[in-house]
């Protein structure tokens, strides 16, 4: 299993993104592997507001949404599981809001995470060795 962060997401769908290549390989070796990826929720709203801030095109950002969504994905949508799950990490790794929930998940799952967010790897690297 695995669970992957926005950043990737944005990189896969980005040609110009400086990690688009190694997000490519990414979804191709979880492809290969047919690992399942599991996500909170908020993976949809982060991927088209970042995709529309760098690009300035709605639909471009509405495409990859929708291209995410006719994905076999593991969506987490439960909050009242997640959130004090989260909420607990974010406190003792200081990562954001947002990071804690991929986080949360990972931990749910015992997923690797997928990041190109250096704090976010620091926190799972600490996070995993818990499970």
Do not use: C
């Amino acid at each position: 299993m695995a669970v992957v962060d926005a950043s990737v997401w944005v990189a896969r769908f980005s040609k110009s993104d400086k990690f688009h290549e190694q997000a490519k390989n990414i979804f191709e070796s979880l492809d290969l592997n047919e690992d399942v990826i599991s996500l909170p929720v908020i993976v949809f709203t982060e991927v088209a507001g970042a995709i529309k801030r760098t690009t300035d095109d709605n639909g471009i950002a509405s495409a990859a949404v929708y291209e995410m969504k006719e994905m076999e994905l593991e969506v987490m949508a439960n909050f009242d599981k997640l959130e004090p799950i989260a909420t607990d990490i974010a406190i003792k790794y200081s990562v954001r809001g947002a990071d804690a929930y991929y986080l949360a998940v990972a931990k749910l799952t015992r997923s690797k995470l997928y990041t190109f967010d250096r704090q976010q790897e620091e926190a799972f690297e600490a996070l995993s060795k818990t499970w």
